[in-house]
């Protein structure tokens, strides 16, 4: 299989690569209020990305995001005082890809809507067993976090939307990736053909979870004060869904712009409008999800072949109906 | 020594015994056929022997080592490649595409120009060449279940397992799958094949076995079951 150069394919990477180097001098001249918004993006970006990682190709959707941004948030919450951000990020990611790794060997066996009703219960448990630890043991609501500055949690936030990207991108052309969809595309005949089908989807799912665990991490650090409620929110388990589902699912431009556009309308309308800010967010998701199934993605091709199409017909060269 | 032997295996869906305690052997270089009333337990036969379901009792050794209990994807690795009567190809990909999926799996450490190698030499097995850059979905049925045993080919199975490949075939397909079947065989690889065709079975099968509510009513080589009188009433019903 020899490299070759695709324009279509390939200029996306550099756009990609070159708006994450321009983010990095964001700082210089960025107020407060644009790093948290850009922060935010960027976790919205990570995790939507890393999401469609695993279910974009195997079909198997995931509710179990707000766990393990929650394992996240809690891994900063129990050592900010004593670890720098790295490591709480390192932990963060670690306890979430060993949680999605327990899970995933016990309930990747389930298929199709009870693997999504599993994993949906799976955060409520969590959430569960922290408030009871909170209540019952240590008597004490919720945990403080140290702040590491706006700045540095801009650059962590940063490094992980690289490393993501580096993540999605290798693994997309990579036997392991192929295998991913494999599964996705017939499982019974990917392990017919010698797939190692449980670990392959054990690995991709906790693969994910992890990168989630590790921008939970960060997350944490900016909020000063987090609690099970907080920190396991459903709300982190529906957002990468929905923003794959908006910016478009099975490509890759998709997921990082549903990401974009998703954290600027929603910073937009709680400040603008924050009495029905809920209701205008909802409305825009149904009408994305009714006219465009494909998400952006997915109409802006729909467009350029529009385009296409019409430029072939005056030439007179439209085949289409024959 | 026979390449594949089981012994006495059973399988039971709640009550209802699908297989029960059934011997079947094959033997290296030969096509052995399997017959039967629909529901009577071929299908099932292939999903333990490859690994897809668990035997309830009973053994299944290939080449000397015991399969039973394996993995589907261990099972693979060994030489045993299946195809599935409702083509399962991959169909977001293009023909090529699924055929190298099976190349690169199929056998543990497979380099990918060692792969892509398998690719060209299986579609050009298969006669499926001309249609490599064409989507599944895009393709003839008939196509399509070539594409399937192109799949198992490429894991360089020693044993396949062929399940109604004829299934819905215009005669000239069935008169091609046949040819298809017959040099499979010719290069080496061992083949059982469910088949409802009678023409197929008959004409190029060295042995049949037959399957009736699960157990092993008949064994021999075509003329001798279709002489066979149990095998004639299940399948004609008592006269």
Known sequence: MIYKFNFRKDVQYIVVAAVVIFFAFVPLFGSTYTLTLSSTIMMYIVMSLSWSMFSGPTGYISLASGAFVGLGFYASGFLSSSLPLPMLMLVGGLVSFALAAIIGAVTLRLRGVYFTIFTFCLVELVKAVMTWYEIMIVRKRGLNVRNFGTDTAFYAMLVMVAITL??????????????????GESEDAASHIGIHTTRTKVFGFAISAFLMGTVGAVRATMLHHIDPGSSF????????????????????????IGAAVFAILQYSLITEMPQIYMIIFGAIMILAILFMPTGIVGVYERVINRIKKGKSKKGGTDDANA | ???????????????????????????????????????????????????????DSGTAVF?????????????????????FQAAKNFDGMPVHQNVLMGALFGKKGQSA????????????????????????????????KRLEVARALATRPKLLLLDEMMAGLNPSEVGEAMELVTKIRDSGITIIMIEHVMKAIMKICDRIVVLHHGAKIAEGAPQEIAANKTVIEVYLGEC
């Open chain 2, 63 to 83: 080449e000397g080592k015991r399969i039973s209990g394996m993995k589907p994807y261990q099972i693979c690795r060994l030489g045993i490649g299946r195809s």
């Open chain 1, 233 to 256: 929110n459903m709300m982190f388990s529906f957002l990468p869904v929905l923003m794959c589902v908006f910016g478009g699912m099975k490509t890759f431009l998709g997921p990082i």
């Open chain 1, 166 to 183: 580096i993540v999605v991108v290798v693994i997309k052309q990579s036997r392991f990736g192929m295998a991913l969809t494999g599964i």
């Open chain 2, 113 to 144: 120009a060692n792969a892509s190698k398998i690719v060209d030499e299986v579609l050009d097995f298969v006669n499926l060449n001309e249609l490599r850059d064409k989507m599944v979905h895009d393709i003839p049925l008939a196509s399509q």
């Open chain 2, 1 to 55: 020594m026979p390449m594949l032997e089981a012994t006495g295996i059973s399988k039971a869906f709640g009550g209802l015994a699908a297989v029960s305690k059934v011997d079947i052997s094959v033997n290296e270089g030969e096509i052995l056929g399997l017959i039967g009333p629909n529901g009577a337990g071929k299908t099932t036969l292939f999903n333990l022997i490859s690994g897809a379901i668990q035997m």
